[in-house]
């Protein structure tokens, strides 16, 4: 069965204050790794796809990358507005378009 | 990326009563996906719904309490049936991308049951 592990389940920073964020994964055969973002009440936000190992992927202040086991979104200088619940999620070759998400990881950028 | 509305946007309903959610896209897709979010949980797929064919339903989940329709290529319903408090969660629809495998979410029909 497909397992996805965000950690930490929440974190506070600083503004300015680059982190990264760990999703662990164990698919056989994966097709591959999507990174959304979740604002409160409102569905997820498509942000990054990930296929093999050693791609990277950014988008402004977010750098998404790939290991056979993990992936890490890397949030630089980080602003309020960067304040969400960011998922990851991994879909199996053989699972049709099945998209089994992880916990998530609550982020909270203070000013 | 394809726009996604759902209807209602929330609801508060009774035990025992069922609840029909809209899903409309504004573009054909081939597939379409429902979600569950419970409160302070992440998502879970519910089905996958094709047009002209039956849904398929993730372990868990059954046709006579979730059942969906799927008439055209742009729309699709979710019903819940005969609710208890332990269907309260968020459910979301979703299509794929056009030529990828990332799918798009709608914002979300915020249901709770009393």
């Known amino acids: 069965e497909d397992q996805v592990t965000q950690s930490p389940e929440a974190l506070r920073l600083q503004e300015g204050e680059s982190s990264s964020l760990n999703c662990s994964y164990t698919?056989?055969?994966?097709?591959?790794l999507f990174w959304y973002r979740q604002d409160p009440g409102k569905g997820p936000e498509f942000l990054f796809t990930?296929?093999?190992a050693g791609e990277e992927k950014e988008k402004e202040r977010l750098k998404a990358t790939l290991t056979k086991k993990e992936s890490f979104l890397h949030i630089t200088a980080p602003k309020p507005e960067d304040s969400a619940t960011y998922l990851c999620?991994?879909?199996?070759?053989?699972?049709?378009?099945?998209?089994?998400f992880g916990g998530g990881t609550r982020v909270l950028v203070k000013p | 990326s394809a726009v996604i509305s759902q209807k209602p946007s929330r609801d508060i309903c009774q035990r025992g009563t069922s609840l029909t959610i809209q899903c409309q896209v504004d573009?054909?897709?081939?597939?379409m996906f429902w979600y569950r979010q419970q409160p302070g949980q992440s998502l879970t797929l519910i089905a996958t719904?094709?047009?002209?064919?039956?849904?398929?339903?993730e372990s868990g989940f059954v046709i006579d309490k979730f059942p969906i329709s799927r008439p055209n290529l742009t729309f699709s319903t979710l019903t819940v049936s005969n609710m208890s408090p332990e269907d309260s969660s968020i459910y979301l629809c979703s299509v794929e991308g056009q030529g990828h495998y990332e799918q798009y979410f709608g914002p979300g029909t915020r249901l709770t049951v009393t």
């Open positions: 990930l296929y093999s």
């Open positions: 573009s054909q897709v081939t597939m």
């Open positions: 999620a991994v879909q199996r070759k053989a699972a049709g378009n099945k998209l089994t």
């Open positions: 719904a094709n047009q002209g064919s039956e849904a398929t339903y």
């Open positions: 698919v056989s055969g994966l097709r591959g």
